[in-house]
């Protein structure tokens, strides 16, 4: 979903006036998430008086059925958290801010260090016991994934703000493979093909590309899927 930038004042000092975390939506209470995270297919008392034959089409809606469990409330607090503390440094307005994106954006060394305020959350568990879909459904359901910004109080602020991407590691250990699909999921997030056309045209570094493009899009999140693939000396 790709929505025009609405901005709302925080009430946390260290939040206000930044506009990246201003365009996001108000801070949840924790009982506000069950609702916003439950879904329950709608079923109406004429489907329920269908014919056999038509009725099993329904039961296909089961697959949309999603009931948040206590562990759901919590990770969509502590995603919440690190969402907005993620741009406590990277306030697009702030001098400082806008020298390390220029830094960035002329570096040369991948591995260059820089100021960071991002954190890190690392869900595990047996597989398919919905650990992915749990974490899709509170970024789907809570936030914006492509924001436009035009200008903020009266400045102008020509930005597109990402706040997730949604990107599987690949099963081959490829780091390439895996920056590549960062730029595919990129583009289908943005509807565009400008990203993946980037990549195409600098092959040779795109670890570094990678990097200037979350810095030029204001990433909020990155959620990596089967983290585990990319453990593995192949990858690096």
Known sequence: MIELAK?????VSRYRGNPLIEALPPVLDVKDWPRLLLCRPEVTSDDLRLPAKDRCALVLALYQVFVPLPVHL????????????????RDPLDPETQRRS???????????????TARTIFVHGLSRIGKS????RIFETAYTQVIL?????????PLRQVTYLHVGCPSNASLRDF?????????QA?????????????RSNLNLLVRK?????????LIVDELQNLLSPRSQ
């Open 213 to 221: 493009v979350c810095r030029e899009i204001s990433l909020g999140v």
């Open 102 to 116: 220029y830094r960035i954006a002329l570096s040369s060394d991948p591995g260059r260090s820089d100021v960071c």
């Open 133 to 136: 879909r749990g974490i899709e």
């Open 149 to 157: 910004h035009r200008e903020y109080r009266a400045r102008p602020l």
């Open 74 to 89: 919590v990770l969509a607090r502590e995603i919440d958290l690190v969402l907005r503390e993620g741009y406590v440094s």
């Open 190 to 202: 943005c509807e565009t093909s400008e990203y993946l056309d980037r990549a195409s045209r600098d």
């Open 179 to 187: 920056n590549l699909a960062f730029f595919d999921a990129l583009d």
């Open 7 to 11: 901005y709302e004042t925080t009430a």
